[in-house]
């Protein structure tokens, strides 16, 4: 047997969902709608949604913020999976998109603990950091590759000791390896694997899951 990571074709990937995944209607159906726009390429799939709702309840997660929202997926995965009286801030730049997430959190039940901030997440990310009074348990990163640099500062700023980043799309694609691509987000996502893998700053994993996910906790 092999010790690296199995690859994944696509009859053992709908195999791993036939046995793990349990998406509720609510997800199903948005992931559905938002599978006919032009964008849906930025949607997570639904096993790195459900794994992320795992995680946080490990955590027992109270206080969570995702930079990058899109049309809800992950901001209403996280929701459902947390508990009745938990926060979550959500950052996107487009009314769009986000209009599709207002509808599916209403139907969820849960938009009353979801807290959207439309601008540039530089803006809403300092606003936050001055003033914070009580940090987040968890951030995860969705966003323009370009900007992952600085909002990891940001998030670091904003996490608790023992808080939990979670940057995704840190395989991008394959291209990460891929010499010949030198684009300014794939040499963004080069730079932020080296930089977080050597930041004393962190504990990190990279999990193969949809298109590379780092978990990294931030040391006290």
Request: hydrophobic residues 45%; contains cysteine.
């Amino acid at each position: 047997m092999s010790n690296d990571t199995i690859q994944l074709t696509d009859a053992l990937n709908a195999y791993l969902r036939s046995v793990s995944l349990h998406e509720p209607k609510i997800l199903q159906q948005l992931r559905a709608e938002t599978m006919q726009m032009e964008m849906a390429r930025m949607q997570i799939a639904p096993e790195q949604g459900q794994f992320m709702g795992l995680v946080l309840q490990l955590m027992g997660a109270q206080r969570y913020l995702e930079v990058g929202t899109f049309t809800g997926y992950s901001a209403l995965a996280c929701a459902l999976a947390m508990p009745d009286d938990a926060e979550v801030h959500a950052l996107d730049i487009s009314a769009e998109w986000t209009s599709v997430a207002r509808r599916y959190w209403e139907r969820a039940g849960v938009a009353d603990r979801i807290t959207l901030h439309l601008g540039a997440a530089a803006d809403t990310l300092e606003n936050l950091a001055s003033s914070q009074q009580e940090q987040f348990d968890a951030v995860f990163i969705d966003a323009d590759k370009t900007g992952y640099a600085l909002y990891i500062e940001f998030a670091h700023k904003l996490l608790r000791d023992g808080g939990l980043l979670m940057l995704d799309n840190v395989l991008w694609g394959g291209t990460v390896i891929d010499a010949s691509s030198d684009d300014d987000d794939t040499v963004a996502i080069r730079a932020v694997n080296t930089q977080m893998y050597a930041d004393p700053r962190w504990d990190i994993s990279l999990v193969p899951i949809g298109d590379g996910l780092t978990l990294a906790r931030k040391k006290g």
